[in-house]
């Protein structure tokens, strides 16, 4: 049987166990990103390698996972942790990446670079999933993006430039053909009707989705 091309990053933000998490991961190789090792503990998973500067790695969190190979970087480096995990799963074979506990925590710095770090990864031609369980965030390059969410969750689309040629379908508030100036707000909080269907002539965005906020009812 042929790896998994599928990795899953486990990175330092907030994570929630959910069905939805599980089954995005399952059967998925995994690498872990500093503090991010924590997770490996609720998913009761032992990665293949363990990078970072380990200046957020407990000690009692160290000596859980003694066996698993470590790549250790100084803290004065050209990229982040989770950045460095992603290389090593792409040399490893990686043709679609999770990063789980992308958002939420402490470093919103990092979180926004997730998001950020996603979009170009999928602009290379990953399929990629930015999750924290709560919360997924799915890159939508120019092109077409179905996406399986409850009917009655929230999702929004944010957009890093202008978008030209948006079509949100099967969504409360549908749209078509429709022009995006960068900043603006009117794609945020629509309501899923099921498998929502996107489609993006031009420009860079994210669709940021709540599959278990169902306040949209």
């Known amino acids: 049987m042929s790896q998994s091309t599928t990795f899953t990053i486990l990175l330092g ?21 500093d503090g991010g090792m924590r997770h490996a503990v609720a998913l009761g998973v032992e990665p293949e390698l363990w990078v970072g500067d380990f200046d957020s790695t407990p000690a009692d969190l160290l000596a859980a996972f003694p066996k698993v190979p470590k790549q250790p970087y100084p803290a004065a480096k050209a990229a982040t942790d989770g950045e460095i995990a992603v290389s090593e799963a792409i040399d490893r074979g990686a043709t679609r990446l999770i990063l789980a506990g992308a958002m939420g925590g402490e470093r919103s710095d990092h979180a926004i670079q997730h998001l950020l770090y996603g979009v170009q990864l999928a602009e290379k031609g990953f399929d990629v999933l930015l999750t924290s369980g709560d919360e997924e965030a799915v890159p939508l390059p120019p092109g077409e993006l179905m996406l399986q969410l409850p009917t009655g969750s929230l999702f929004s689309v944010l957009g890093f430039s202008d978008l030209t040629g948006l079509f949100i379908d ?14 603006t707000s009117r794609t945020i909080s629509n309501v899923a009707e099921g498998a929502v269907r996107f489609s993006l002539g031009s420009g860079r965005a994210i669709v940021l989705a709540r599959p278990y906020d169902l306040s949209g009812v």
């Open 170 to 183: 099967n969504a409360r508030y549908p749209l078509r053909d429709f022009h995006l100036p960068f900043g």
């Open 13 to 33: 933000g907030e994570l929630r166990m959910t069905d939805r998490l599980r089954a995005a991961v399952s059967g998925s190789r995994f690498i872990a990103a």
